[in-house]
């Protein structure tokens, strides 16, 4: 047995809930002058209140070619769960954005339909060149900067607040933050640039990079609704509860997971149902490891409907993907998607195939306990699941571990232990080094 990293300790509110906000996390609010008027934000403090009233939040999310995936949909998948009606609008011609790592977003609408709507927030995904396209879509920078005239929240992360809010003028005075190599760009706008890995100052929020886009989404969650809200949201996503620290795994019966294929090849199938961060992260984090990745949907057809209701669309159907071999089928969460792969036969039939061949095979949140553990293909293995469902393992000695790997066997709990569950992976078939590389690159560790 062995434990890599080392396990961090959570803090608690006074009513004994576990408070999963970094201790680094800025969210203090600043009384500044918006950067497109001369009202302090101190006199608006009654109007943003009754805001926060109105029941239901209206968000937009613009997407563009070469958008961080990551930074996407985590925004939109947190804030759909605090139930804000999230637009995801491309800023191109077509529905259909390609972003980095080659993952493919249908939107909801085109931005140039959205110009005359009124939000309660916008929020940019980073990526390059993502935050270029954002910054060059003149009907997105009329509403951002009306979006800041009229003195309700607009927030960016990792490229976009440097790229596209900065160069629209509408950091100037105000303290912010971005990925690392845009600091010098970020301050050239005026900014007040910090490091902090979330900052909020008055309306604007800013973070850094996919390894923060959680903590990001939360706290646009708190400046929607309130801490409550942030704090009810962020319990199930089991977030880590000390942000930035290495990430771990607790490994069993350990064995190489060696391959002669390069790159190697692994399929993460999708369904309806899917949960869209977990799968995303998944794909993203291999991708970034030069893994071939295969998004196959078990569906009809290629696109599907995602938990949070994100349309994802696969690079095959699983028909086509069940004619390749695979080096490790790993199975992403959410209660409908687990469901659809359990019914599945052909996926069934491959991942039974995949065991008897000793080779790697993992699955994170509901599809240990609805798809793994049903078809016998948890037998003599520790794991772990979703916290709800880890009652449905047959052995649960270890389900309170964020990462479980037993011999050719990985699983992991839920979207918030996604990265350290794709790091783990990365970790097993390159070594360690590799996976903490990307790990700071993505600024998940500090």
């Avoid at 890995?197 to 309130?226: C, H, N, W």
């Avoid at 069993?252 to 992260?281: F, K, R, Y």
Wanted: with cysteine; hydrophobic share 45%.
């Amino acid at each position: 047995m062995r434990i890599l990293g080392h396990v961090a300790s959570p803090s608690f509110l006074s009513n004994g809930t576990a408070l999963l906000f970094s201790p680094s996390l800025s969210l203090t609010f600043t009384p500044r002058y918006s950067p497109l008027s001369t009202v302090p934000f101190r006199r608006r403090s009654f109007s943003i209140a009754a805001e926060m009233a109105s029941p239901v939040k209206k968000v937009l999310v613009p997407i563009a070619n070469g958008t961080e995936p990551m930074e996407a949909v985590i925004t939109i998948d947190v804030l759909r769960r605090a139930g804000a009606d999230v637009t995801v609008a491309s800023v191109g011609k077509e529905l259909r954005v390609e972003a980095a790592h080659g993952v493919k977003i249908i939107a909801d609408a085109l931005v140039s339909s959205c110009v005359d709507n009124v939000f309660d927030l916008i929020a940019l995904p980073g990526g390059i060149p993502g935050a270029a396209n954002l910054r060059d879509c003149k009907e997105l920078e009329t509403m951002v900067k009306k979006q800041a005239s009229e003195e309700r929240p607009y927030a960016a992360v990792c490229a976009s607040p440097a790229v596209a809010l900065g160069s629209w003028g509408l950091l100037k005075g105000l303290k912010a933050t971005c990925y690392p190599s845009f600091m010098q760009e970020l301050q050239q706008s005026s900014a007040i640039a910090v490091e902090s890995r979330v900052q909020k100052d008055g309306i604007t929020v800013t973070s850094r990079g996919p390894g923060t886009t959680m903590e990001f989404s939360v706290a646009l969650v708190e400046q929607l609704y309130g801490k409550e809200k942030a704090n009810e949201v962020s319990g199930p996503l089991v977030m880590r509860p000390n942000h930035g620290d290495e990430y771990t795994i607790k490994e069993l019966n350990s064995i190489p997971w060696t391959t002669e294929d390069n790159p190697p090849q692994v399929l993460v199938p999708i369904a309806n149902g899917s949960e869209e961060m977990e799968a995303v992260m998944i794909i993203d984090i291999l991708r970034r490891a030069k893994v071939n990745v295969v998004v196959a949907s078990v569906e009809e057809k290629l696109e599907i409907l995602a938990s949070r209701k994100v349309k994802l669309e696969a690079d095959m159907l699983l028909d086509d993907a069940a004619k390749l071999s695979y080096h490790l089928i790993v199975l992403p969460g959410g209660l409908g998607g687990a469901q659809a792969f359990s019914k599945s036969e052909k996926l069934v039939d491959l991942l039974k195939k995949q065991h008897g061949s000793n080779r790697p095979y993992g699955a994170i949140c509901a599809s240990p306990a609805l798809v793994l553990e049903p078809h016998g293909l948890l037998k003599g293995k520790k794991a772990t699941a979703f916290p709800a469902m880890c009652e449905k393992l047959s052995d649960q000695s270890e389900v309170e571990n964020r990462v479980v790997v037993d011999g050719n066997l990985i699983t992991s709990r839920g979207p918030g232990t996604s990265m350290e569950f794709g790091l783990a992976i990365v970790e097993k078939i390159f070594g360690r080094d590799k996976a903490m590389e990307i790990a700071k690159a993505m600024l998940f560790t500090v």
